[in-house]
Protein backbone atom coordinates (compact mmCIF):
# COMPACT_ATOMS: atom_id res chain seq x y z
CA UNK A 1 0.00 0.00 0.00
CA UNK A 2 1.72 3.65 -0.98
CA UNK A 3 0.96 6.49 1.51
CA UNK A 4 1.68 10.18 0.37
CA UNK A 5 2.63 12.97 3.13
CA UNK A 6 2.82 15.97 2.07
CA UNK A 7 3.68 19.28 3.95
CA UNK A 8 4.95 22.88 3.13
CA UNK A 9 1.78 24.57 2.75
CA UNK A 10 0.51 27.65 4.87
CA UNK A 11 -0.37 31.28 4.39
CA UNK A 12 1.85 33.14 2.48
CA UNK A 13 1.46 36.99 1.07
CA UNK A 14 0.50 37.73 -2.37
CA UNK A 15 3.63 37.57 -4.75
CA UNK A 16 5.66 35.03 -2.11
CA UNK A 17 6.47 31.43 -2.39
CA UNK A 18 6.13 28.32 -0.99
CA UNK A 19 7.06 24.84 -2.08
CA UNK A 20 4.87 21.85 -1.31
CA UNK A 21 7.06 18.30 -0.69
CA UNK A 22 5.05 14.53 -0.59
CA UNK A 23 6.72 12.09 0.54
CA UNK A 24 5.80 8.67 -0.75
CA UNK A 25 6.32 4.82 0.82
CA UNK A 26 6.67 1.47 -1.17
CA UNK A 27 8.84 0.92 -3.84
CA UNK A 28 7.02 1.96 -7.26
CA UNK A 29 8.15 5.97 -7.37
CA UNK A 30 10.37 6.60 -9.87
CA UNK A 31 8.44 4.41 -12.05
CA UNK A 32 4.73 6.10 -11.81
CA UNK A 33 3.21 9.18 -13.01
CA UNK A 34 2.14 11.64 -10.51
CA UNK A 35 0.57 14.78 -10.33
CA UNK A 36 -0.38 18.20 -7.85
CA UNK A 37 -3.82 19.23 -7.52
CA UNK A 38 -6.08 21.48 -5.82
CA UNK A 39 -9.09 22.13 -4.88
CA UNK A 40 -10.59 25.80 -3.70
CA UNK A 41 -14.20 25.89 -1.57
CA UNK A 42 -16.72 25.40 -3.98
CA UNK A 43 -14.74 24.42 -6.18
CA UNK A 44 -14.27 21.17 -8.11
CA UNK A 45 -10.49 19.33 -8.06
CA UNK A 46 -8.21 20.71 -11.06
CA UNK A 47 -4.92 19.38 -12.00
CA UNK A 48 -2.15 21.83 -11.21
CA UNK A 49 1.00 20.07 -12.20
CA UNK A 50 2.01 16.54 -14.11
CA UNK A 51 4.85 14.96 -14.55
CA UNK A 52 4.42 11.48 -16.44
CA UNK A 53 7.18 8.52 -15.45
CA UNK A 54 9.88 9.69 -18.01
CA UNK A 55 9.62 13.43 -16.76
CA UNK A 56 7.69 15.73 -19.05
CA UNK A 57 5.64 17.99 -17.84
CA UNK A 58 2.57 19.73 -17.92
CA UNK A 59 1.18 22.59 -16.52
CA UNK A 60 -2.19 24.39 -16.11
CA UNK A 61 -2.53 27.44 -17.93
CA UNK A 62 -3.37 29.52 -14.37
CA UNK A 63 0.07 28.47 -12.93
CA UNK A 64 2.28 27.80 -16.11
CA UNK A 65 5.51 29.88 -15.74
CA UNK A 66 5.03 30.41 -12.28
CA UNK A 67 4.85 26.93 -10.70
CA UNK A 68 7.21 24.04 -11.15
CA UNK A 69 7.09 20.41 -10.52
CA UNK A 70 9.96 17.71 -10.15
CA UNK A 71 10.80 14.86 -8.01
CA UNK A 72 14.00 13.45 -6.41
CA UNK A 73 13.60 9.30 -6.56
CA UNK A 74 16.20 8.73 -4.24
CA UNK A 75 14.06 10.57 -1.54
CA UNK A 76 10.41 8.85 -2.49
CA UNK A 77 9.83 13.08 -2.88
CA UNK A 78 7.86 15.32 -5.30
CA UNK A 79 7.73 18.84 -5.07
CA UNK A 80 5.34 21.45 -5.73
CA UNK A 81 7.82 24.88 -6.14
CA UNK A 82 4.99 27.74 -6.14
CA UNK A 83 6.27 31.35 -6.79
CA UNK A 84 4.68 34.56 -7.60
CA UNK A 85 1.24 33.70 -5.46
CA UNK A 86 -1.77 35.15 -5.87
CA UNK A 87 -5.07 34.95 -3.78
CA UNK A 88 -6.11 33.29 -6.38
CA UNK A 89 -4.24 30.27 -5.75
CA UNK A 90 -5.91 29.84 -2.30
CA UNK A 91 -6.58 25.71 -1.95
CA UNK A 92 -6.36 22.77 -0.30
CA UNK A 93 -3.36 20.82 -2.37
CA UNK A 94 -3.01 17.53 -3.37
CA UNK A 95 -0.40 15.00 -4.25
CA UNK A 96 -1.37 12.21 -6.63
CA UNK A 97 0.16 9.04 -7.19
CA UNK A 98 -0.17 7.25 -11.07
CA UNK A 99 -3.35 8.94 -12.23
CA UNK A 100 -5.23 9.55 -9.42
CA UNK A 101 -4.97 6.25 -7.71
CA UNK A 102 -3.12 7.40 -4.56
CA UNK A 103 -3.50 10.18 -2.71
CA UNK A 104 -2.20 12.26 0.03
CA UNK A 105 -4.29 14.18 2.89
CA UNK A 106 -4.25 17.52 1.67
CA UNK A 107 -2.68 20.72 2.44
CA UNK A 108 -3.91 23.86 2.83
CA UNK A 109 -2.49 26.61 1.06
CA UNK A 110 -3.54 30.38 1.83
CA UNK A 111 -2.24 33.76 -0.52
CA UNK A 112 -3.91 36.98 1.63
CA UNK A 113 -1.97 39.86 2.83
Known amino acids: QVQLVESGGGLVQPGGSLRLSCAASGSIFSSIAMGWYRQAPGKQRELVAFMTSGGSTNYAASVKGRFTISRDNAKNTMYLQMNSLKPEDTAVYYC???????WGQGTQVTVSL
Open 96 to 102: SLNYGQY
